[in-house]
């Protein structure tokens, strides 16, 4: 069971300590009355992992919050997305809510970014997966309304730089990123032989190479991506367990592109 299992009051936050156990414990703690006495009798005492776990998590949906604000409006499709990231954690009716209050938490306009980000990066003790996994949410909440601006681009390439990520790394993940989301829309629409054109261009940048790649550079590119998302692996450097089935769901398109790439070279 994940640290999310064991929640109890604003006593988490209060362990982690620093903006995000600030952020963390505000939210929550308007959801649970036990707080530290209800810990009494208890030897719980959240280890490195469950502290990751609690960070990303805590990070996640403050820094979506921010993200979603940065073009001066808070979109429905915005909202839209942090609620399917809620839902496929499968979070019980009281940790929705504290998802849903560091959103809001996000938003605001003295919120800690820079410390919030400096405290993330320690706690996640250069867990390069698990900082991309949080770019990459990152990201996608920026596209979610369809427009990505100036603004946004510059506040997420802030958040790279914070988080040890150079500005052709964030290049990388954003095309990344676009190209998933094209590839997934091409694979729900009627196919013509444009589309499937593009579906196979998209493919590629989902793996990150080029169309003249050869075969080799492609399979190690596919291994490689595999291993960064592979969700029992993430969960073990801090990934919180209910972020699972967004793993899986990233490793399923994927083995879709590569699968794609594979059907038009014949290997």
Same mark, same amino acid.
């Given at each position: 069971?994940?640290?999310?299992?064991?929640?109890?009051?604003g006593a988490f936050g209060f362990m982690l300590g620093g903006p995000l156990g600030a952020i963390f414990?505000?939210?929550?703690?308007?959801?649970?009355?036990?707080g530290m006495d209800g810990m009494a009798g208890e030897s719980f005492n959240p280890g490195d992992q469950?502290?990751?776990?609690?960070?990303?998590?805590?990070a996640t949906f403050a820094v979506m919050g921010h993200v979603a604000k940065a073009d001066g409006r808070?979109?429905?499709?915005?909202?839209?997305?942090?609620?399917?990231?809620?839902?496929?954690?499968?979070?019980?009716?009281?940790?929705?809510?504290?998802?849903?209050?560091?959103?809001?938490?996000?938003?605001?306009?003295?919120?800690?970014?820079?410390?919030?980000?400096?405290?993330?990066?320690?706690?996640?003790?250069?867990?390069?997966?698990?900082?991309?996994?949080?770019?990459?949410?990152?990201?996608?909440?920026?596209?979610?309304?369809?427009?990505?601006?100036?603004?946004?681009?510059?506040?997420?390439?802030?958040?790279?730089?914070?988080?040890?990520?150079?500005?052709?790394?964030?290049?990388?993940?954003?095309?990344?990123?676009?190209?998933?989301?094209?590839?997934?829309?091409?694979? $729900?629409?009627? @196919?013509? /032989? &444009?589309?499937?054109?593009?579906?196979?261009?998209? *493919? #590629?940048?989902?793996?990150?190479? !080029?169309?003249?790649?050869?075969?080799?550079?492609?399979?190690?590119?596919?291994?490689?991506?595999?291993?960064?998302?592979?969700?029992?692996?993430?969960?073990?450097?801090?990934?919180?367990? $209910?972020?699972? @089935?967004? /793993? &899986?769901?990233?490793?399923?398109?994927?083995?879709? *592109? #590569?699968?794609?790439?594979?059907? !038009?070279?014949?290997?």
């Open positions: 069971m994940s640290w999310l299992g064991k929640l109890v009051g414990g505000a939210s929550v703690g308007h959801q649970f009355d036990t469950q502290r990751v776990q609690m960070a990303f998590f805590t808070v979109s429905n499709e915005e909202i839209g997305l942090a609620k399917r990231v809620m839902d496929n954690m499968e979070l019980n009716p009281e940790l929705r809510e504290a998802a849903v209050q560091l959103f809001q938490q996000g938003k605001q306009v003295d919120f800690p970014l820079v410390e919030v980000l400096r405290q993330f990066r320690i706690e996640c003790h250069r867990r390069t997966h698990l900082v991309r996994m949080f770019v990459e949410i990152q990201i996608q909440a920026a596209f979610a309304d369809g427009v990505y601006d100036a603004k946004e681009e510059k506040l997420l390439l802030d958040i790279c730089a914070q988080l040890g990520l150079s500005r052709f790394e964030y290049q990388i993940i954003k095309g990344q990123v676009q190209a998933q989301h094209r590839f997934q829309q091409s694979g $729900e629409q009627f @196919q013509t /032989a &444009k589309a499937g054109l593009s579906k196979l261009e998209d *493919a #590629y940048a989902v793996l990150g190479v !080029a169309a003249t790649a050869d075969d080799a550079d492609v399979k190690k590119a596919y291994r490689r991506l595999m291993s960064q998302h592979h969700p029992d692996k993430l969960v073990a450097k801090g990934l919180p367990e $209910e972020m699972m @089935q967004m /793993a &899986k769901q990233k490793t399923q398109q994927i083995r879709k *592109a #590569y699968e794609t790439i594979r059907e !038009a070279r014949g290997f």
